[in-house]
């Protein structure tokens, strides 16, 4: 274990419950959370930047991650490979750094089982009407997809006891507050504070 | 166990490092948080509400209090009791209140003992210099007494382990956020905000 190490957080949420919003709110408060960055073998658009959007890799490359056992998940996306990497995540968590990942409750358990201390946290919608009101004033979907994401969402809903912290995403300003209390009261919690604050800490213990 | 279960905070923080006023703009921000309102059997004071500032008892129902174990901890000062009911802490939170005790470090063994959920914060001051300048800019206290009080901050400060959250009062506005942060953070762990959501959740779980 290295002296400082950062936290790892997981975001879940069921399709329309607002979370790439929020997480882009919380990214903005706490500079000091990074966004977890993916390899990938497609080729960058213009305004990407390498380390920052993507890490731009050769197919051999991340072959030979997948080989190294190097990713915590990957898959292949019309013949482009995306993938998020165990070593990246242990280097910046062990160099002070958190890092937020936007998953899905698979990729969550899989998180979990790698880095069992990974904080969870779930935003849920209000109810179940104000969830299917969204995704069809989206007006992007046809009724089937509103149909099996709602179906998807109650699935995900089920397994709401495996997060740490459930934020209910009903007035969007109190949700952001809540996502940023988490992630403030995570970075206060004693172990971290006493690594952090080890040489205050030293300085102002009795003598002997 | 109660359907709805408020959490218990404990905050602790070494004489000068600025707990009251922290607290107060907590209790003014936080409404939802109630502090501990303790048994007395010394007469109410001009604008002093029972129930609100004190519990006034007769001096016969303290020491029936105590007899029956009611007290998490009492003490005797110039001929009046003072007491922590435990009966009183469990009635608040059963009924869904968060509880807020102003305790010191012994206090907080005692409740974390009989109550081990309870939330243990500790608030730091940024070093042993700033302390020590704070306690003498009180003007209030001798030389030995501030000695006293710094040599009892630096054996508080050593137990700071045993606490769940370390918050630093280094600038009061940072403080009173982190504190705010850690309070609201517990109010949405999971398994709080599953009871408190129990409706809700249920009306979004599959069928079957």
């Not at 002296?3 to 957080?9: A, D």
């Not at 089920?158 to 300003?173: K, M, R």
Request: glycine fraction near 8%.
């Amino acid at each position: 274990m290295s002296m400082s190490t950062g936290s790892i957080f997981i975001v879940v949420a069921p399709s329309g419950a607002g979370k790439t919003s929020l997480v882009a709110a919380l990214l903005k408060a706490a500079s000091d959370v990074e966004l977890s960055v993916s390899f990938t073998t497609r080729a960058p658009r213009a305004g990407e930047v390498d380390g920052q959007h993507y890490h731009f890799v050769s197919r051999d490359a991340f072959e030979a991650m997948i080989a190294a056992g190097d990713f915590l998940e990957y898959a292949e996306v019309y013949g482009n490979y995306y993938g998020t990497s165990v070593r990246w995540i242990r280097e910046r968590t062990a160099a002070g750094h958190d890092i937020l990942l936007e998953i899905d409750w698979q990729g969550a358990r899989q998180v979990r089982e790698i880095f069992p201390d990974a904080v969870g946290i779930f935003i849920l919608p209000p109810s179940l009407q104000v969830l299917e009101s969204r995704l069809r004033g989206r007006g992007t979907d046809s009724t089937e997809v509103v149909e099996r994401r709602l179906a998807e969402a109650r699935a995900e809903i089920a397994l709401v006891g495996e997060y740490d912290y459930i934020v209910v995403n009903d007035e969007f300003e109190q949700a952001r507050t809540d996502l940023l209390a988490v992630v403030r009261a995570v970075q206060l919690r004693a172990p971290r504070q006493c690594e952090r604050l080890a040489r205050v800490l030293a300085q102002m213990q009795p003598a002997g």
